[in-house]
């Protein structure tokens, strides 16, 4: 890991492996997750614009203004109009050339499980595989069928959101708390197949190619125990072996203390490395449990 950076993005790669992209100086260097010891402090005090995609060559551009941008944002205003695009597209008035490429490949759509109760629905680019839904954080996932285009895609996704028990977004604190909560895989196969069931019924579409995913297998979460990690809200210190990590969720250990990250919040922040010893505060609601 490099002393000093911007971290600049969060994924899957193509092996289904978790790596993160440092920005240092005019370079972008991938680093891959598991196994990695972090001591990373982060300077909240100024947010920069993480860079554009190039879709064409299918590599990641730093911003050549390095802009600071909104805490709120990743991307400078520039950057967003190079990368072209947009995830909500259908709620758009018009969209990008870039995304009206993307929406003319073949597109998936799918249900995510996190936890009882909680499945979500989505689509995603067939070319991606399954990194869409693990960059979800999602345990299981059922993949219903592949279409030609997004907007056809898009269409069976509307249809299925609009059903009781079933979301369309899902927001970071709350898969935070998600993790905590027991994960048995029989139980959850058995809650998509029912939902499945469900959505076949009402929708009146089938979909027999319907295929399982089990996203926990890349995770690495077998041999710990969720339920004991403490969530790190508000901390600008990364620090521990990572054990596990579930969508942009990393799982380390640090003093024999389970520690659980958003590694989102540090995206455009400037890293520096910690070299000497490390004091953490720990969350308040969390000193009431020792």
Not at 140 to 151: C, I, N
């Amino acid at each position: 890991m490099p002393s000093d950076f911007l971290l600049a993005y969060v994924s899957f790669n193509n092996e289904n492996k978790p790596f993160i992209d440092c920005q240092v100086g005019d370079e972008i260097e991938r680093r891959e997750l598991f196994g990695q010891d972090l001591s990373l402090e982060f300077d909240f005090s100024t947010k920069y614009c993480t860079g554009w995609v190039d879709f064409e060559n299918h590599c990641s551009q730093i911003c050549p203004d390095s802009t600071t941008v909104d805490g709120k944002y990743e991307n400078c205003l520039k950057c967003r109009d190079r990368t072209g695009f947009n995830p909500a597209f259908y709620n758009a008035d018009s969209v990008s050339a870039q995304q009206e490429k993307i929406n003319q490949n073949p597109h998936f759509v799918y249900l995510a499980y996190f936890a009882p109760g909680v499945i979500k629905v989505g689509i995603s680019q067939e070319e991606r595989g399954i990194r869409r839904l693990l960059e979800q954080g999602a345990r299981l996932a059922l993949k219903l069928e592949t279409f030609s285009s997004a907007l056809i895609a898009r269409q069976y996704e509307a249809k299925i959101s609009a059903l009781d028990g079933i979301v369309e977004t899902m927001p970071i604190h709350k898969k935070l708390e998600l993790i905590k909560q027991p994960f048995e895989r029989a139980a959850g196969e058995k809650k998509l197949r029912q939902k499945l069931l469900e959505i076949e019924q009402k929708i009146g579409v089938l979909f027999p190619k319907s295929e399982l995913i089990a996203c926990e297998d890349y995770f690495h979460t077998n041999d710990i125990d969720l339920a004991l990690a403490i969530i790190m809200k508000d901390q600008n210190k990364l620090v521990g072996r990572v054990h596990s990590v579930i969508g942009s969720i990393v799982i380390t250990e640090h003093k024999d203390q389970l520690l659980a990250y958003n590694l989102k919040k540090f995206i455009g922040y400037q890293a520096h490395k910690i070299t000497g010893d490390i004091e953490l505060e720990l969350p308040s609601e969390q000193l009431t449990l020792f």
